[in-house]
């Protein structure tokens, strides 16, 4: 597999599994912004639930931006 001949040659220690290139993928995803949904399909979870209970520690961000957008939205109704 060339990705994992990549990785040994330069110098990974760990022998890289399909399984962690999953990962990785699915990290680089959530770091892009991709929706939630979309990389719950492209990983086969049936449930965004399966997709957030494993990689919802990479997605701290999410939290503020759920708290910013619910402020701009209290804002917004004050000045109605």
Do not use: C
């Not at 990785?7 to 929706?35: E, F």
């Not at 399966?50 to 004050?78: C, I, K, N, W």
């Amino acid at each position: 597999m060339p990705a994992v001949r990549t990785a040994q040659a330069i110098g990974l220690t760990k022998n890289p599994r399909i399984h962690d290139l999953r990962h990785t993928h699915a990290s680089w995803l959530i770091q892009d912004g991709v929706p939630l949904f979309t990389i719950s399909r492209r990983l086969g979870h049936a449930s965004t639930k399966t997709t957030e209970q494993v990689y919802g520690h990479l997605m701290p961000e999410a939290l503020q931006v759920g708290a910013d957008a619910t402020e701009r939205s209290v804002t917004a109704f004050q000045r109605l």
